[in-house]
């Protein structure tokens, strides 16, 4: 088919609808988390919500690195998948705040797996020029979900009890299980897994050829995390009885322009790309720190989704194209790791200044606005940085 570019084939494709099934499963859940937290009696951890899925995510990233490396990508992939099965299964079963926060810590080994798995996969099939559109295209799938997973959670919990939402939540991960059935390993050299292979030495815990994009990567998602924290009572604050629209809004905003990003940094580069998304950044946040009504509030929200539509894919394929081959999982990884700070320090952060009142919101989300500043100025000073594992 013309209109799909050529990198489009059965096994992108494949792996694009798993990552769609993936991203929607574990998604969502997260809108109405504190309110369930809030029922079992645990209002005052709200930040450990997404903190504690973050530091299990961003812990399990060298392990999913190596192991991608090692034994090859799908395994990796079905693993992280197979967690948030089990996971979603036990929530109706937890239903004390000890057992919730166990989870959630539990929860967060399925996106530090198989993201690793999927991104490395990506760039094993995709020629080097086409890196940036096709990080995009692939990223764009994985935005859907978390679009159609939090209003499809939101829309179910006003009908169905919350474990019915849970074990949707589930379900839907195993249907992405079923679909790397489907796909061909892209690791040469697969070996089997051994329990050496989880000791990790020094230097197999981040690649230092990534570092700087991963940790501008860091500054951006700070916001990601205040986003997921706050915004479903910032949404209830402002009227909003759907808590899940603001991520449904912000998601579907970050869909075209994943591509447009994509394409515009294999042309002109990353760090240029990366300068327009954290300026970006900085506007929504500080528009949604003002946002009175719930049309100012969704339409901040579409900023928000550009900006994130903008250094997603970018920062990914800029990490490949300083990445070494052999150590693609690796450099991954780091990234990964950088996120999950990034997300879990906003997440913990915002819940300990919001600290359920109302009249802290605004202070949240300019503080998130100075955490994206710093990216942009980090950006701006950046000159004589190799941008390819080739410099």
Known sequence: ??????????????????????????NMIIPELPDYLTSLGG????????????????????FSGKLADKIGRIPVMMFGAGVCFVVGILYPLLSFVGGFLFLRFA?????????????????????YQKRGEAMGLFSLFGSMGMAAGPALGGWLATWVSIDTVFYVSAFTSIFSILI????????PDK??????????????????????????LFLCCFSFGVVLTIIPDFSSHLGIENKGLFFGVFTLSSLGIRLLAGRTSDRYGRVPVMRAASATLVLAMVLIAFSETKFALLGSGVLFGC??????PTTSAW??????????????????????AGIGIG????GFLFANSAENFRMVFLTSAGFAGLAFVWLLFLRGFPTDSRE
């Open 1 to 26: 088919m013309r209109f799909l570019p050529s990198f489009f084939t059965v096994d992108f494709s494949l792996l694009c609808l798993s990552s769609f099934l993936f991203f929607a499963s574990f």
């Open 43 to 62: 209002e005052d951890y709200k930040g450990l919500i997404i903190a504690l899925f973050t530091l299990s995510a961003g812990l399990s990233r060298p």
């Open 107 to 127: 929860n967060g080994f399925s996106t530090g797996f198989t993201p690793t798995g999927a991104s490395a996969y990506v760039a094993d099939i995709v020629p």
């Open 180 to 187: 790397l059935f489907k796909l061909k390993e892209t690791l």
């Open 191 to 216: 070996q089997r897994i051994t329990w050496k292979m989880l000791q990790l030495k020094r230097h197999e815990i981040l690649e230092k050829r990534v570092l700087i994009p991963s940790g501008v």
């Open 307 to 312: 900006a994130v539509g903008m250094y997603s």
């Open 319 to 340: 990490v490949v194209d300083l990445s070494l081959d052999q150590f693609r999982g690796r450099a991954l990884a780091t990234m990964y790791i950088f996120l999950e």
């Open 347 to 350: 997440a913990l952060l915002s």
